[in-house]
């Protein structure tokens, strides 16, 4: 059964900060990986599908790369903002199955 | 380019009542549609998914059911609401290992 776990669950950092947000998953067998932004009272926003074939995909500050044999995956967020700030969620999808397996998010403050 | 569209974007239900909430999708045909909820402080829970109309898959026993009445219109449903179906209900719709895009979402409080 794939697991998929996110840490950490929350980060302050002050703006301008280059971060790291970690995703992994138990189950190499992933078709794709999709990062999520989700905003307070809001639906989640996708930011970036990285299918199982990719190693990484890049949308302006974001970059989030995929390691199948270490059952890893980062979002990159470079020079951060406090606009930056909400809950990021990644999730796997598995071979054949239309499935999307979330993990628990990790919830970001950008501080001015 | 696709909209997805749920109704209504918050509501305050009593026990025992029934629930229907709904979700539509535009520019796009055929999509899988999947019906999640989010409780307070816990992940995202897949409850049903469909790939077509008529078709529904059930993730998780429980008081609620799903009905696709036509390709882009997926509903959720209850006969009788329970306090434990209190939560934050997404709609979501892809086309097959594409990426999954996410309605507005609905905040269903039972009292």
């Known amino acids: 059964k794939q697991e998929v776990t996110q840490i950490p669950a929350a980060l302050s950092v002050p703006e301008g900060e280059n971060l790291v947000l970690n995703c992994s998953f138990t189950d190499s067998a992933i078709y794709n990986l999709q990062w999520f932004r989700q905003d307070p009272g809001k639906g989640l926003t996708s930011l970036l599908l990285i299918q199982s074939s990719q190693r990484e995909q890049t949308s302006g500050r974001l970059n989030a790369s995929l390691d199948k044999s270490s059952g890893r995956s980062t979002l990159y967020i470079a020079a951060s903002q406090p606009g930056d700030s909400a809950t990021y969620l990644c999730?796997?999808?598995?071979?054949?199955?239309?499935?999307?397996?979330f993990g628990s998010g990790t919830r970001l403050l950008v501080r001015p | 380019s696709q909209t997805i569209h749920q109704w209504p974007a918050t509501l305050v239900q009593p026990v025992g009542s029934p629930l229907s909430l709904e979700c539509t999708v535009e520019g796009t045909s055929n999509p899988n549609l999947y019906w999640y909820r989010q409780a307070a402080g816990r992940g995202l829970q897949l409850l049903f998914y469909s790939v077509g109309i008529g078709q529904i898959s059930s993730e998780v026993p429980q008081n609620l059911s799903a009905s696709r009445p036509q390709d882009r219109q997926f509903i959720l449903s209850s006969k009788k609401l329970l306090l434990s179906d209190s939560g934050f209900y997404l709609c979501?719709?892809?086309?097959?290992?594409?990426?999954?895009?996410f309605g507005p979402g609905t905040r269903l409080t039972v009292l």
């Open positions: 979501a719709w892809d086309r097959q290992g594409d990426e999954q895009f």
């Open positions: 999730a796997a999808k598995m071979d054949s199955s239309y499935k999307l397996i």
